[in-house]
């Protein structure tokens, strides 16, 4: 079973959630998908045993050949080829490493090199849980190519839980494709409901089941409940607005470790899961 973890806006305890949720379980293949941002090792500590390299192929053009690259412009559905004049510009930030470069363009004056775009990192943590971290190179903004690299790892078969990009965008939804389960963290303020709401239009549109876990919850009003009420979505979990979970937060300690009795909060975010989809 693929449970994502996701959240319409940063900072509302998406990978708290996540982490904790693994911790409590004590045996998954936890997967971070949050590769511009990757923080689940600070609470995980894993053991790093394999780092794999991630590359990507790019085109290059042998302008000195005199060749007229201009069909590669033309079709680059992503603007990634200026010509102008005699000159060809490559912005190695839009392509997507389609190829379509080497197809159109003038036979064997474009090439194709690799490109590393981050790492993956594998290892393993205590209880039992199977670790893997996507890190994007800084400035790289291929974060679905090593979302992919991560996709080869998974095993469907056990408990997989995948720590996904803030957000709604590509990434994000890259991360909940495959999921048999999303859990949406969010907190109970105008800005937490307002990106709520832009996730579970996404993950109604995926036809994804989900549910909700209210983080923080004692601050701001009760609109975020009402909402769920309202729309029929079940809210898994509330964590209190607690300094005592922040500061062991900040020290890199999960919510388990403040107060044991946490544990169960997350087993049966669990059961509630699988009760849900019937396993
Ligand atoms: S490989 Fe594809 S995305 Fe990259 S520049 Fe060529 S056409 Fe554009």
Redesign the pocket.
Known sequence: MIISVASGKGGTGKTTVACNLALAVGYCQLMDYDVEAPNTSFFIKPDIKHIQKVSI???YFLTETGADFSK?AE????N??AVIGEEVI?FPE?????????LVGPKQAVREKDVVVGEVKKGVAKPNINYYMGDLRPGSMRTVSLQSALDKDIIKSELVIIDCPPGTSCSMVFSVKDCDYCILVTEPTPYGLNDLQLSVEVLKDMGKPFGVVINRDGIGDDQVEKYCRDNYIQVLAKIPNDIEIARYYSRGDSIIDYNPEYRQVFENILKDIEKELEL
């Open positions: 192929k790019q085109p590669c079709f680059c559905h992503y990634a080829v490559l839009l392509c997507h490493g389609c190829g379509g470069c080497l």
